[in-house]
């Protein structure tokens, strides 16, 4: 039978204001090659495994909308046997009447499909949990559909007048309610209120795993829920393993995975598919890999599980000197971080010298006494925090060459700070190894992109002028940074440009009306050498976002607004 493949090239992105979430024009990553079907899959290094019998694993997927009968995810979907179909009744009494397969929270109805006529809308949501099937597939083969279900969490009404999603933190309180071991959350966006951190609160204190993407705005942050403590940070990597051109970065980020031409389920049919990309893939991947581990050890914490998969993971900073210490721990090695979770022995031999952030285990007997670690690339410093049940056991810690501590053991066991982008530590048998030992440890990198500018400014006045802030000197690589113009109601905004000296077609001056980068709203966007035209807006708003990648800066530009009659 053929299949439908759609050639869908789409960003689940978040935007800067509100708790929405919108598919954001973002432009596309020009280093982009057709690769196989597979690709993203392939690179995890998946083994098959044999599932542990009666083992259930329940993962949650918060998004737009679902089409349960397509091939790849109907036999995952999961069934509430506590309620009886169509009796309109609430059986279980956890307040929703016959959530059969799961709630639509916007709607307040069980039907978590996609709204007819609205499949290249509303296609997210069976995009994410097709990848998060496949990728558990490719581990259980067979033992697959008896072990993994898929909670749908619908939280985009039929009748949205856009793709904002506003009811994503009711959608992980469901799943949180309804005893999920994993929320993949594959958006991201706004300021978190008190009411919406404290859903988090209570899934995580439940030792639930949320999963979720850092946000495509090409910025050294990320955004919420991903952002908030205990929540697992999802970067996203091309087809060569470098940064995604579009994904936010940072020292928040855990891990980074597949998230360009990635393959997975379209709801147009039950047999069509799509290419993506985006951060979205990225964590519906990650969401996956814990899947995987979570069926290999049904026992395991959350913690065990974020270790197992971040002190196995391959460092891809050398492929990305630019953002070192910037993409977490690396791209994750299934077959890896399976034997690190179940095998007592395999986490001492486990630390990588280039990560630039993990664990080192060490226990008497079995393990060597010294370790160096020197990832790829400059940094301030190293925070190495240790637990030792010896507290008074002698440790060296370098930094670099020099002698940086030599004492108790104890005296670490509090956040310290190591000067330096490399360390090693030494144990001292002479004085007596500890029976055991933990050293938890991460890079603190240096942050050259907001030099000149960052995040969003809001000029105060109707009039003034705009720059991207670099003088005389070069613009900064991989910066991202937003000017937010609003001027009185009855007003629109005339732009010019005094000069513009930008990377042709590479970094450029994106000029939006209005407070978000939705295509429609695009006014223009600018970059080379030549001066552009007079721009005028439809409103009086106007939101000016700058970009740049990675080479070859310039010198910048300059630009003067003024208000003026919008008649």
């Known amino acids: 039978m053929k299949f439908i493949l759609l050639t869908v090239i789409l960003f689940w992105s978040s935007l800067s204001t509100g708790f929405a979430i919108a598919s954001s024009y973002v432009p596309s990553d020009s280093s982009r090659q057709k690769v196989s079907d597979n690709w993203a899959y392939a690179i995890l290094n998946i083994v098959q495994q044999k599932a542990k019998a009666g083992t259930i694993?329940?993962?949650?997927?918060?998004?737009?909308?679902?089409?349960?009968t397509h091939k790849t995810i109907r036999d995952f979907i999961y069934t509430n046997g506590k309620e009886t179909p169509e009796n309109f009744q609430d059986d279980d009494h956890n307040g929703y009447t016959d959530d059969i397969h799961g709630w639509d929270i916007s709607d307040n109805d069980n039907d978590v499909s996609v709204p007819k006529g609205?499949?290249?809308?509303?296609?997210?949501?069976?995009?994410?949990?097709?990848?998060?099937?496949?990728?558990?597939?490719?581990?259980?083969?067979?033992?697959?559909?008896?072990?993994?279900?898929?909670?749908?969490?619908?939280?985009?009404?039929?009748?949205?007048?856009?793709?904002?999603?506003?009811?994503?933190?009711?959608?992980?309180?469901?799943?949180?309610?309804?005893?999920?071991?994993?929320?993949?959350?594959?958006?991201?966006?706004?300021?978190?209120?008190?009411?919406?951190?404290?859903?988090?609160?209570?899934?995580?204190?439940?030792?639930?795993?949320?999963?979720?993407?850092?946000?495509?705005?090409?910025?050294?942050?990320?955004?919420?829920?991903?952002?908030?403590?205990?929540?697992?940070?999802?970067?996203?990597?091309?087809?060569?393993?470098?940064?995604?051109?579009?994904?936010?970065?940072?020292?928040?980020?855990?891990?980074?995975?597949?998230?360009?031409?990635?393959?997975?389920?379209?709801?147009?049919?039950?047999?069509?598919?799509v290419h993506e990309n985006g951060t979205s893939p990225a964590a519906a991947i990650v969401a996956g890999c814990a899947a995987i581990l979570k069926a290999a050890d049904p026992g395991a914490t959350s913690s065990e599980i974020f270790e197992a998969i971040r002190n196995t993971s391959t460092p891809v900073d050398s492929l990305n000197m630019t953002y070192c210490g910037k993409l977490g721990s690396g791209l994750p090695d299934m077959a890896k971080a399976i034997q690190f979770l179940v095998d007592p022995e395999y986490k001492f031999s486990a630390c990588s010298p280039a990560r630039p952030e993990g664990q080192i285990y060490f226990r008497k007997k079995k393990s060597r006494h010294s370790w160096e670690i020197h990832p790829e690339g400059a940094y301030k410093g190293i925070h190495l925090t240790s637990v030792c049940p010896d507290p008074q056991k002698i440790i060296k810690i370098y930094s670099g060459d020099s002698l940086w501590y030599n004492g108790p053991i104890g005296k670490t066991s509090n956040l310290i700070f190591i000067p330096g982008s490399r360390f090693k530590i030494e144990l001292q048998p002479e004085t007596g190894l500890p029976k055991n030992l933990e050293l938890s440890y991460y890079m603190e990198t240096i942050d050259s992109t907001s030099l000149y500018c960052h995040d969003v400014q809001f000029p105060d006045r109707e009039e003034g002028v705009i720059m991207d802030g670099?003088?005389?000197?070069?613009?900064?690589?991989?910066?991202?940074?937003?000017?937010?113009?609003?001027?009185?109601?009855?007003?629109?905004?005339?732009?010019?440009?005094?000069?513009?000296?930008?990377?042709?077609?590479?970094?450029?001056?994106?000029?939006?009306?209005?407070?978000?980068?939705?295509?429609?709203?695009?006014?223009?966007?600018?970059?080379?050498?030549?001066?552009?035209?007079?721009?005028?807006?439809?409103?009086?708003?106007?939101?000016?976002?700058?970009?740049?990648?990675?080479?070859?800066?310039?010198k910048g530009w300059e630009m003067h607004y003024f208000s003026e009659p919008a008649n």
């Open 470 to 554: 670099s003088g005389h000197e070069n613009y900064a690589n991989n910066c991202s940074c937003k000017w937010q113009i609003n001027v009185p109601v009855g007003k629109r905004i005339r732009i010019e440009f005094s000069n513009i000296d930008t990377e042709p077609n590479v970094d450029f001056v994106w000029i939006f009306d209005g407070t978000s980068t939705l295509p429609e709203n695009l006014l223009a966007k600018f970059s080379g050498t030549n001066k552009p035209p007079v721009i005028t807006s439809f409103t009086n708003k106007v939101l000016v976002w700058f970009l740049t990648d990675a080479y070859h800066p310039g």
């Open 57 to 68: 694993v329940k993962v949650a997927i918060v998004d737009d909308g679902f089409r349960l």
């Open 118 to 273: 609205k499949e290249n809308v509303y296609y997210h949501g069976t995009y994410i949990a097709g990848i998060i099937a496949t990728i558990f597939e490719k581990c259980y083969g067979e033992d697959a559909i008896k072990v993994l279900q898929i909670i749908p969490v619908k939280v985009l009404s039929d009748y949205a007048r856009n793709t904002y999603i506003s009811d994503g933190y009711k959608g992980i309180r469901y799943a949180s309610d309804l005893g999920a071991d994993i929320i993949c959350c594959a958006w991201s966006g706004g300021q978190l209120k008190d009411e919406e951190k404290s859903i988090l609160d209570a899934a995580l204190r439940k030792g639930i795993i949320i999963i979720g993407s850092s946000g495509n705005f090409y910025a050294e942050k990320a955004d919420p829920p991903s952002s908030y403590p205990g929540v697992f940070c999802v970067a996203s990597l091309d087809t060569l393993l470098k940064k995604s051109r579009y994904s936010n970065y940072g020292m928040r980020i855990d891990i980074a995975a597949p998230g360009d031409s990635v393959y997975g389920p379209h709801p147009l049919a039950d047999n069509a598919f």
